[in-house]
């Protein structure tokens, strides 16, 4: 009676022993899927990732032209949308049919003054050569004092917008008092209203520039002497807030990408050059021109401007359109500072 009774005793701790093992078995294979959901979740990529991007020869659109986003996501479907101007990237944004935009600092101040949806994540060049004021070759017109009486266009509240005011200011000459007449513009518009004649001069950004150029044109001024007095304009990107949340992963990757296209431009310009000589609409030679007239950022004067200047400009601008009232007010520097995006640059 004893053996019978040990035994069923051994029988039954064996059992017991056996159902924790699997037991414990069951809850380590429930945590590690669990662990791997979660890994899976914070690395989820999204089915399309819209960009709106703007024809300057910078690194996104050099991005653009080496397909390294493609690349790097070939099984999201990546839609590049185009556009003239950053206040119609601030209403795609604003609408959220766009991912990421592309703005210079006027539309980027006014975004943030205006609480659109959006951080600055990337600041991809500083506006030197490329954009200036051009006027036709055979005009009386050989400083801004000789702009009295003309007609001048540009697109109101960009980087050209803000330059050409802020020159006229420089100069102190008020476009009212001046007889001035400052005429809001599409780029293609311009060059329309150029070839007709419609227009004394234009301050606009490249390719166009380049175009009014070849087409009789000179320069006046540029950007480039007038960020020595100050009057700074730049290139940034922006991206929806509800993106970032998301897919926070994806952003840090695409500015990685950013930075790969800065450094294969300064490692290959010859070659950047032909890659965006189709989008820029000149010769490869000519398309080196205009990306030498602006300051590409690499990743150490990326940490320089989040660290040091780029809030403080955009609240400096934000004033100046106050000033020119183009928006009602201006938020306080805190407020620039909350919309520049944390990331490996600060």
């Known amino acids: 009676m004893k053996t019978l009774h040990r035994k069923i005793l051994l029988t039954l701790t064996i059992l017991y022993i056996a159902f924790v093992t699997i037991a ?59 556009f003239e101007a950053g206040r119609d990237v601030n209403n795609a944004i604003a609408s959220g049919s766009i991912d990421f935009g592309l703005v210079g600092t006027p539309p980027a101040a006014i975004g943030i003054a205006s609480k659109l949806p959006y951080k600055v994540y990337y600041l991809h060049d500083i506006i030197g050569e490329s954009e200036a004021l051009v006027v036709k070759q055979d005009s009386e017109i050989q400083s801004l004092k000789d702009l009295k009486g003309k007609k001048i ?31 809001d513009m599409q780029p293609p518009d311009i060059y329309a209203a150029w070839q007709r004649g419609d227009i004394d001069g234009a301050y606009i950004w490249q390719p166009m520039q380049s175009k009014l150029v070849a087409d009789n044109g000179k320069v006046i001024i540029h950007s480039g002497e007038l960020a020595e007095k100050g009057i700074i304009t730049a290139e940034m990107g922006i991206v929806r807030n509800d993106f970032v949340e998301k897919y926070p992963e994806i952003v840090e990757e695409y500015i990685s990408i950013l930075d790969e296209s800065v450094k294969y431009y ?22 080196l021109e205009t990306m030498k007239q602006i300051v590409w950022l690499d990743e150490s004067k990326q940490k320089e401007y989040y660290e040091g200047p780029l809030a403080e400009t955009l609240k400096e601008t934000a004033d100046y359109l106050v000033e020119q009232k183009s928006i009602t007010n201006a938020p306080d520097i805190k407020t620039f500072e909350q919309s520049l995006l944390q990331h490996p640059y600060q």
């Not at 945590?31 to 979740?41: G, L, P, S, Y």
């Not at 990732?49 to 397909?67: C, R």
């Open 266 to 287: 300064h490692e290959n310009p010859e070659k950047s050059a032909e890659l965006l000589s189709t989008e820029l609409g000149l010769t490869p030679e000519k398309s």
């Open 153 to 183: 266009a540009t697109t109101f509240n960009s980087t050209s917008h803000f330059s050409l005011l802020g020159a006229l200011k420089a100069e102190g000459m008020d476009p009212k008092k001046g007889n001035i007449q400052i005429l």
């Open 24 to 82: 414990c078995s069951n809850q380590s294979t429930a945590t590690e899927k669990e662990k791997d959901e979660v890994t899976t979740q914070s690395k989820k990529v999204p089915e399309k990732i819209v960009l709106g991007y703007q024809v300057s020869p910078n690194g996104e659109l050099l991005a653009k032209a080496l397909g390294l986003l493609e690349k790097k996501y070939p099984d999201t479907k990546i839609e590049w949308v185009k």
